[in-house]
């Protein structure tokens, strides 16, 4: 096999044409794009006398499945398949049964190199037109595949690749939840002792995304739909340049639906389970104010003594609407009050906030509309008592934002789905979905044949 290799090599190396173009080639550009060029030729050379040396080989024909008679051989038959070096071509055996019974045609090199019948590109094709299309529109997926490796396929081609890897990202998604509703809960993932220790965090939010108002056609005004996002991470410390402490984010791992808070529940639960929700010395759930989350939180969180922390920027939304209604939101009085309050909420004085409001919402000086308003922040932070002590939070190294949450919904969704002139079907929107969420959770080439990997930048982020 070596021999054959080293003399297909020295053939190509000797070829009067490639040492033309390489001789000719008036740039180091230019150069090694002739090179890439008999790289490429050179790989589905190698790839074709492989396949022909597999083909060669002792073929065990078993029994026909209907009748029982061994299946007999009727020669070599032709094959080509679209690959990342090209198209290949190779004759392989084909067997059926004497007796012509129905469905014995058979034929093991084919079942050996998990090809399907009806396939015509090979999986690795398909896998990276899957991971491009992650991050650009399916046109740009088709033009830089075409760049990239000479092979052209349209954006159609490319979208029923996604259609099927989605589907099968969504079954296997269907029966993890299957599992754990019928008490099955996911394995913990293996970590280092480092990530181990580190704080777990567990954030959601929800984003809009434009969406068709038919499935199947796109006219008819745009409906904004909600897709709600959960992210669970470990927090880790760093120091920045300016000497300040930080956290840095570690093993990100995302959820997302298109639906409500209910589908989202199970979503995130699985996934912090598997993230190791049970053994975490700490974990912490950061979100805004929305009801549906913190319902979320109260049901199945705080229950496993998971703290609870309101963002910060949300609180002080809520503190300058109380001072909106204390004193006009115009003034120096009302902004040099919230500017007060707002600092003792942020350094520890959260008991101080809540008297302060509960005191303006019963003075008597103020008209009823404006106490009312105040006494709605009042009750606003007085449910949230124990989900606002800020300096508490930043001495254990919590966030006192949900500002990684919104980060992700950033990039898990608006980044891909909300484009200049996008509208998704739920169809399309979920199988590209489902995609995004499988490689941010390193879970990707588990939806090919062979779980291989291009290189590890198709891997996860994460660090």
């Not at 904004?224 to 840095?248: D, H, N, S």
């Not at 389970?273 to 969180?301: C, H, I, M, P, T």
């Not at 009085?333 to 906030?353: M, P, Q, T, Y």
Request: proline letters at 4%; glycine letters at 8%; a positive charge.
């Amino acid at each position: 096999m070596i021999t054959r290799l080293e003399g297909l090599i020295a053939e190509h190396l000797n070829c009067p044409s490639h040492c033309s173009k390489l001789e000719t080639a008036s740039s180091l550009v230019a150069i090694v794009w002739v090179a890439w060029g008999i790289g490429l030729e050179l790989a589905r050379r190698v790839v074709e006398m492989e396949l022909t040396r597999r083909a060669f080989l002792p073929t065990q024909w078993p029994s026909c499945p209907h009748c029982g008679t061994r299946l007999n051989s009727k020669g070599f038959q032709q094959r080509s398949m679209l690959t990342l070096v090209g198209r290949v071509k190779w004759s392989r055996r084909v067997g059926r049964c004497p007796h012509k019974s129905h469905g014995s045609l058979l034929v093991p090199l084919d079942e050996l190199l998990l090809i399907r019948p009806d396939q015509k590109t090979s999986d690795e094709v398909i896998k990276l037109g899957c991971l491009l299309v992650i991050f650009v529109p399916f046109e740009i997926t088709s033009h830089l595949l075409l760049q990239l490796t000479g092979i052209k396929v349209c954006a159609q081609t490319i979208a029923n690749w996604v259609k099927l890897k989605g589907r099968l990202a969504t079954s296997q998604r269907a029966e993890e939840l299957t599992a754990f509703s019928q008490g099955e809960s996911p394995s913990p993932e293996q970590l280092s002792d480092e990530l181990q220790s580190m704080a777990l965090a567990i954030a959601g939010d929800g984003v809009m995304v434009p969406f068709r108002p038919q499935e199947k056609s796109p006219s008819g005004a745009t409906q904004w739909r909600e897709v709600k996002v959960g992210i669970i991470a470990r927090l880790g410390a760093y120091v920045t340049r300016e000497g300040k402490p930080a956290t840095r984010l570690h093993n990100r791992r995302l959820v997302g639906v298109l639906g409500n808070i209910h589908d989202l529940a199970p979503r995130l639960m699985a996934e912090a389970l598997r993230s190791g929700l049970q053994d975490a010395s700490k974990v912490v759930w950061l979100s805004d104010g929305a009801v549906g989350f913190w319902n979320l939180y109260e049901q199945f969180l705080e229950p496993l003594n998971v703290v609870g922390v309101l963002d910060f920027y949300h609180a002080a939304g809520h503190l300058w609407s109380a001072a909106a209604a204390y004193k006009d939101g115009r003034t120096r009085d009302a902004k040099e009050w919230f500017k007060h309050w707002r600092h003792e909420l942020r350094h520890g004085n959260s008991i101080g906030v809540v008297n302060e409001l509960n005191t303006q919402a019963n003075s008597l000086s103020l008209k009823v509309g404006q106490r009312q308003s105040i006494r709605r922040v009042h009750d606003y932070f007085k449910a949230h008592v124990e989900h606002i002590t800020y300096q508490a939070f930043e001495e254990q190294g919590i966030p006192r934002g949900s500002g990684m949450v919104e980060s992700a919904c950033k990039w898990l969704i608006q980044q891909r789905f909300k484009g200049v002139g996008m509208r998704w079907s739920s169809e399309g929107f979920n199988h590209l979905l489902h995609l995004r969420l499988a490689w941010v959770n390193s879970r990707f080439d588990d939806l090919f044949s062979d779980g291989s990997c291009f290189e590890p930048s198709t891997s996860s982020p994460n660090s």
